[in-house]
């Protein structure tokens, strides 16, 4: 199922006899592997999101663990999220969902869960070991960071835009100064 997995299907209508075919397996091999179109999309999301953030995710603990500087913490983890989700193939799939979650939920779970919600736990602990911070709520103060970071880049791409490397780099930095600054312990 590999061919499947590494190549995000173009359209939602697709078959399973379609995806059989294109995986080069039998349509019974796709029906015993998932048990819906839409568990093997769920699949595809894991899958394109592993790929995309996986090697950030790991970064991001072992730095969490390893390094007192939560600014250089945030601004390797922002880069790493921002050069991960703004793959084109995954800002493609990442619209295909958006699109298909009022009839697929599941889609908007296996993203957010595979996506943004997997960095939360180290994120959270990592922000709320931080001496010099005073995060009364946590999960308003990680919705935020991404916000800072990252969704411009979501957003923009919406419209077919890709924000320029220097920009980029501008939004990290200022984006982790503006969260720290705001949350720096008085």
């Given at each position: 199922?590999?061919?499947?997995?590494?190549?995000?299907?173009?359209?939602?209508?697709?078959?399973?006899?379609?995806?059989?075919?294109?995986?080069?397996?039998?349509?019974?091999?796709?029906?015993?592997?998932?048990?819906?179109?839409?568990?093997?999309?769920?699949?595809?999301?894991?899958?394109?999101?592993?790929?995309?953030?996986?090697?950030?995710?790991?970064?991001?603990?072992?730095?969490?663990?390893?390094?007192?500087?939560?600014?250089?913490?945030?601004?390797?983890?922002?880069?790493?999220?921002?050069?991960?989700?703004?793959?084109?193939?995954?800002?493609?799939?990442?619209?295909?969902?958006?699109?298909?979650?009022?009839?697929?939920?599941?889609?908007?779970?296996?993203?957010?869960?595979?996506?943004?919600e997997r960095f939360a736990e180290p994120l959270g602990a990592a922000l709320h070991a931080a001496p010099d911070l005073e995060i009364p709520d946590l999960e308003v103060a990680i919705i935020q960071f991404y916000a800072l970071v990252l969704y411009p880049h979501v957003v923009h791409s919406?419209?077919?835009?890709?924000?320029?490397?220097?920009?980029?780099?501008?939004?990290?930095?200022?984006?982790?100064?503006?969260?720290?600054?705001?949350?720096?312990?008085?």
């Amino acid at each position: 199922m590999e061919v499947v997995h590494g190549r995000p299907l173009r359209r939602v209508g697709v078959t399973r006899t379609e995806i059989a075919a294109q995986a080069g397996v039998s349509k019974m091999t796709v029906y015993n592997h998932f048990g819906s179109k839409e568990d093997l999309f769920a699949d595809v999301i894991g899958d394109a999101l592993e790929q995309a953030l996986g090697a950030t995710a790991e970064e991001t603990s072992r730095q969490l663990e390893a390094d007192d500087d939560i600014r250089e913490v945030l601004i390797a983890t922002a880069r790493g999220w921002v050069r991960g989700i703004a793959q084109d193939d995954v800002l493609r799939l990442r619209t295909l969902i958006a699109a298909e979650t009022r009839r697929f939920p599941s889609l908007g779970r296996a993203w957010r869960e595979q996506g943004p919600e997997r960095f939360a736990e180290p994120l959270g602990a990592a922000l709320h070991a931080a001496p010099d911070l005073e995060i009364p709520d946590l999960e308003v103060a990680i919705i935020q960071f991404y916000a800072l970071v990252l969704y411009p880049h979501v957003v923009h791409s919406t419209y077919g835009d890709r924000l320029p490397p220097d920009l980029t780099e501008r939004l990290i930095e200022r984006g982790v100064d503006m969260f720290l600054a705001y949350y720096r312990a008085s």
